[in-house]
């Protein structure tokens, strides 16, 4: 096995091929063969405490559905966390429309000086 970018890893075995993810203690394991997956997989349950949760549901924000012949990746559940998060549950969608020639400047406006930028950068920081 093989690292390809910090968190990625790569089992390749003549034509088949096994890629491991690793984030903290959550790894997602998937490749092009069943053998060589579980190979891979029994190779790291002998060296660690490790689980088969089964199909990957969600994985670091994103949710995972299986559809017949697709599989379909969405942000759904982690979008209306970070919703809750900054309070915003009853905001609506609304259009801003924007005049062609508006100039911003650099200091037209006063700062806010009694502003705590603290849950604003938190919420920053989820993005």
Known sequence: MFLIYPSLFVEVSGF??????????DIIITGDSEDLTSE????????FDMK?????????????RYLKDRIFLSEHKYTKDLIHKAGMDACHTHVTPCQSGIKLLKDSSTPFTHFDITPFRSLVGCL
């Open 52 to 64: 088969d949760l089964g199909d990957l549901h969600f994985f670091i924000g994103l949710e995972i």
């Open 40 to 47: 891979v997989m029994a190779s790291l349950q002998a060296q």
């Open 16 to 25: 088949s091929r096994v890629y491991l993810v690793l984030y903290v203690d």
